[in-house]
Each structure stands twice: as structure tokens, then as C-alpha cells.
């Protein structure tokens, strides 16, 4: 059975391919229309707007993924000294983080409850997934991030995306700069390389999820 995150991250799949049909659409009729100042004026706008589309995409399933990773192991009721030893650093991190003995004071099976109430996905992401925030969390919880590189590159575009987006997002370029730095063809092979990424590592979440990666090695 497929799993929610990857059910989720092939609807947004679906509109970003969409997307990017519009923007070489957009390309096509402005070439063959002679290039209009108002008609470029859209097209870098289209373009530009990519960056916002493919980074959504990309947060949104590391956050579904790393999610779905907690509530099984919160479901399975895995105990703290059932977990890898690079996930038991994690759940004390997580929970020097959250000292508020307000929480604390309602649990009951510690080890247990100790695990659910210190994982902690918003931690994680705060506009800046890349792939080398994605080999980290790999390393973190036991999930392979090995890809096919010759249809990903090892994640490199997500670099270049999320710089890119916090760029627009922070007002150091304009939509205007972005697109007419980035051709159709350009952001095509950006936004496909991407995904491929994506859909490898959320594979890869989905094997490490059936094997019970997260439990230690006895």
C-alpha cells in the first residue's frame, strides 16, 4: 500500500508538471509573438514562479515524510531504549528543547511517552530543505538518500531552488531578475531533476518505515 506522503507528493507532482506547461506554453507564444514588453513582463513572472511551486513541493514532502516517520513510531509505541542510537540523541534534543515541565507532567509510561512528546518535525524545516538538510535528517533517522544520479544529480537543483525562493522571498531579486535568468527548457530540466530526487528519498522513507529502520540493531 502506498503511503500518504507519497500519495501527497504525486498530486503536487501532478500540478507542478502542469505548472511548467504553462510556463513553456508561455514561451512558445511569446517567442512566436515577437516578444511584447507586457507579453516578457508575464513570462518572468511565470518562470520566476517555479521556484515557489517546486520549493512547496519539496518542503511539504520532507514534512509529510518526517511526520509519518513519528506517528509510526509513536503508533508502534517503540520505547526509548528500542531506538537507534542516533534517534535516542534526537528525542533528548528534542525534548531539552521543550523545558516546560507543564508537558511533562501528564506522562505516564516514560520511556514511551518520553519518545512521543520530544519528536519534532517544525524544527526541522524553516524555509532552507535543501539536500544537504535532507542527508542530515537521513543520517539522523537510518533512511537511505541514495538516488539515481544520472536522473537526479544527488539533489543539487534543491540548492539553487530554495536560495532562489528565499531570494523572491525576501525581496533580493524580483520575479523580473529570476525569469529572465532562467529559460523554459532551463527550469523543465530543473523541476524534473527535482522531483526525481523527491520520489527517490520518499521511497527510500517508505522501505526504511516497512523494515522499522528507527529500532536499534540487536
Known sequence: MTRAFVEDFQRRRSQVRRYLSVVAKADRQTKAGGGRPVDLARLHVLRAGTFLILYNLIEASARGALDEVHDVMIGSRVAF????????REVVKGFRRKQDPDDHVGLVDMPIDFVAMSLDSEH???GNVDARLVRKIAGTYGFSHATDRDLTRDGADLL?????????????KTYDEVGRAYAARALLGIGMRSMAYVE???????????????????
Open 160 to 172: 539553487t531552488i530554495k536560495d532562489v525562493r528565499n531570494d523572491l522571498a525576501h525581496g533580493l
Open 81 to 88: 531504549g528500542d531506538l537507534s542510537p542516533s534517534l535516542r
Open 200 to 218: 527517490g528519498i520518499l521511497r527510500n522513507v517508505e522501505d526504511y518505515l516497512d523494515a522499522a529502520g528507527y529500532r536499534a540493531i540487536r
Open 124 to 126: 526541522q524545516f524553516s
